[in-house]
């Protein structure tokens, strides 16, 4: 599928006319429209892998969204940022690279296993630009039989899907921004609805490009995504495009320690190279036909593709002496991703003896194919740096080469397949919701040599199957009892290309957690709530020495990390104009099972006990279309290492901000202000430990403007 001609297509196709209003509004009630259109709020409703489009109350699983309007409000440059907002989820990056990973319920969830409309592999990998997105879907906890197992091979502690927009109310709008210190940007978003609103069109793109508030750091997107759908009697058809290209220059890295915790440099302070950048580039989409097939059968069908391209020269620093002396790293990685992912399915809803049910059934299937090579530049020594007064050294010159640098043959092959079959049973007017079902899964994944040529090195074909129960009790009205208990499916863990192991590149066997779930949800009014306790097991892959290889590391699946918690969520509003998006989690995590019993009953590495946020929001009642905003982020402490002999102290965070609605010329202007790290704390977000254990430095004070017109 060429995939630019049908984005070049959908741009320059025209655009219908707006058709005029009867009756203009006056000017006060376009800005009551525009500050009501404008409302930060959380929809306990969202996608639920293969049972469709569900309300929170009907499922036995956490689930809510963000919307689109949170990210206009906030104006955030990633994904990360949008679930800043989620009292369950932290972020940080991953391996040697600006790509962010997610920590959900204790786990790590890759940017590479974040789904599109419901599919793997379709979203970019390591940076996802948010203004394509109608919304941004949580789902607590292992989810392998709803949405199969997550090709990345991580998810089990939950999964985040990405909706694109689609056209509902008319909409013209072009917005301008600015982020500190030099950042400025522009976007547009125009929606129609023609046909006696049959048809629909959404067409949206962005561009920003500048220094960030860390010091040196540039960052460069731009955006473009597609909508075309189709809303008939008994069909629905929809077909959605996107192109995004980011570009970061001297990107801030991690921080790998050695035996101490440094202390954090000053807030906007960057320890990276002049050298060092990464650039993305994705083109990908999805098509997607739905036919009432009866008035109680669906029959669905989606497929969807993304080619991608990543190169860089990336940096690492390894602190070793309290006074900031350090060993710097290099290295060059091209690579390419082609992707491929479809699912189809029928879904029924019958009436047997009194009882309703909803029957599921389908097939789905996600190809994978990564090329890449690697330059150690400069080999394995390293340069001399700090990490608190970092000298620019000159680009070292190749090292240890692995791959095709020119032309990268393909390193892994990947295609997982499943079948799932479900019902869900209703009892007393559906007061009652039994959810049972299987999902059988094949892995099949190959893995090749950097070194001769790409010859085949590991192999395996195993498959699995994975089933799910969960319960729903509502006793009333606005309260909805459930529990669960579900299974995870990962792809094995692979080995990080690194010079500290023996066996980098090894790709390992699939692995299953399980994980148990009760909890309720309430609607109070205009308030929701829900409470959550989990228990989650999974085995557990990092860096052990390697005695056939003295002075290396060598990557392996060992023994298991079990966590267990409670969470609480609440959002809506307390008050006419006073709206809160809040909640918190207690994690306890441990290790089990672990080589030789050494770290057995110790936390696991890089997973916070508490997690606590608040997001307010007041209209202010004295100035009509003045909204003030306020958010708190606290993340408790963490253990650096396995051993539990590091460990970083908890944090706390403070933002504010205003906006305020105008009208010009008879239309909304709509004026946004945000300061993000109030005080400008310095602080180490983020630990993990794979091969390593390595910290991310918290963001610093960044100031954020932002003007919105509707036309």
């Known amino acids: 599928m060429n995939f630019r001609l049908l984005l070049l297509a959908s741009v320059a196709a025209p655009m219908p006319a707006l058709a005029q209003q009867a009756a203009e509004p006056t000017g006060q009630e376009v800005v009551v429209t525009a500050q009501r259109n404008n409302q930060t709020q959380v929809r306990r409703e969202g996608q639920v892998g293969i049972l469709g489009d569900k309300a929170a109350e009907d499922v036995p699983f956490s689930i809510r969204s963000y919307s689109d309007t949170l990210i206009t409000n906030q104006q955030p440059q990633t994904l990360g940022q949008v679930l800043e907002n989620d009292p369950t989820i932290r972020t940080s990056y991953g391996f040697g690279n600006a790509s962010e990973q997610f920590v959900i319920r204790g786990f ?36 392998a039989f709803l949405n199969g197992a997550a090709p990345g091979g991580s998810g089990i502690g939950g999964s985040i899907n990405l909706v694109p927009k689609r056209a509902g109310r008319d909409l013209t709008r072009a917005t301008a921004s600015y982020l500190s210190d030099g950042h400025v940007g522009a976007s547009f978003d125009v929606a129609r609805r023609f046909g006696g609103g049959a048809w629909g069109v959404r067409l949206n793109g962005a561009y920003r490009r500048g220094e960030v508030a860390i010091s040196d750091e540039n960052r460069r997107a731009a955006v473009l995504g597609a909508g075309l ?15 995004q290209k980011i570009r970061v220059e001297q990107l801030r890295p991690k921080v790998t320690v050695t035996g101490f915790i440094p202390r954090v440099p000053e807030a906007d302070a960057n320890y990276a190279q002049p050298w060092t950048y990464t650039e993305l580039e994705d083109l990908f989409g999805i098509a ?32 070793t002496g309290a006074d900031g002396s350090a060993t710097g ?35 789905s299937h996600v190809r994978q194919v990564n090329r890449n090579a690697f330059d150690f530049l400069g080999g394995f020594a390293g340069y001399a740096t700090n990490l608190y007064d970092t000298p620019a050294v000159p680009l070292p010159g190749t090292g240890f080469v692995g791959g095709d640098l020119e032309n990268p043959y393909p390193i892994g092959r990947a295609r997982l397949t499943s079948f799932f079959v ?29 070194y001769d040529g790409g010859s085949l090195t590991s192999e395996y074909n195993q498959s699995a199957v994975t089933p799910v129960v969960g319960l729903v009790v509502k ?40 994980q148990y779930e009760i909890g309720a949800k309430a609607r109070i009014g205009r308030l929701n709530g829900s409470i959550a306790a989990f228990r989650i097991t999974r085995p557990t892959a990092f860096a052990v020495p390697d005695a056939a290889n003295p002075g290396l590391l060598r990557f392996g699946q060992f023994g298991d990390q079990r966590n267990q918690g409670v969470e609480l969520t609440v959002d809506g509003e307390l008050s006419p104009g006073l709206r809160l998006i809040a909640g918190g989690s207690w994690i306890d995590a441990e290790l089990r099972r672990t ?8 936390d696991a590495p890089g997973v916070p006990n508490l997690l606590a946020n608040a997001n307010v929001e007041w209209d202010v009642p004295a100035l009509s279309g003045l909204t003030l905003t306020g958010r708190v982020v606290a993340t408790g402490k963490q253990p650096v290492d396995a051993a539990n002999t590091l460990e970083i102290g908890g944090w706390t ?33 983020s630990a993990f430990e794979t091969f390593g254990t390595s910290l991310l430095q918290g963001q610093p004070r960044t100031v954020r403007f932002s003007a919105s017109m509707d036309f």
Do not use: C, M
Request: charged residues 20%; aromatic residues 8%.
């Open 108 to 143: 790590t969830l890759f940017g590479d296993d974040v789904a599109l409309d419901g599919l793997y592999g379709i979203t970019p990998r390591q940076l996802v630009a948010p203004e394509l997105y109608d919304s941004v879907q949580v789902l607590g906890g292992a989810t």
């Open 229 to 243: 759908d189709y809303r008939g009697a008994d069909v629905r058809l929809s077909l959605d495009l996107g192109y």
């Open 288 to 319: 997607r036909a739905e036919w009432d097939a009866a008035d109680n059968v669906l029959v669905y069908v989606q497929a969807g593709a993304r080619d991608g391209s990543e190169e860089g020269i990336y940096g690492g620093i390894t602190v």
């Open 329 to 363: 790293s290099a290295s060059f990685v091209p690579r390419t991703d082609n992707n491929e992912a479809g699912q189809a399915g029928v879904r029924a809803k019958l009436v047997v003896a009194g009882t309703t049910h909803e029957l599921n059934a389908g097939v």
């Open 422 to 450: 479900s019902d869900t049973i209703g009892f007393a007017r559906d007061r009652v919701l039994l959810t049972a079902g299987l999902r059988h899964q094949q892995i099949r994944v190959k893995g090749y040599d950097y």
């Open 475 to 514: 006793p009333r009205d606005g309260l909805s009892l459930f529990a669960n208990r579900i299974e995870g499916l990962q792809q094995g863990a692979t080995a990080p290309v690194d010079p500290t192991l023996s066996n980098p590149g090894e790709v390992f066997a699939p692995v299953k957690s399980v």
């Open 595 to 602: 080589p030789g019993g050494l770290q057995d009953g110790r």
């Open 653 to 685: 965070r403070f933002d504010l901000g205003a906006r305020y609605v105008a009208l010009v010329a008879d239309r909304p202007l709509t004026l946004r202000a945000g300061v993000d790290n109030v005080a400008n704390r310095r602080y180490w977000a």
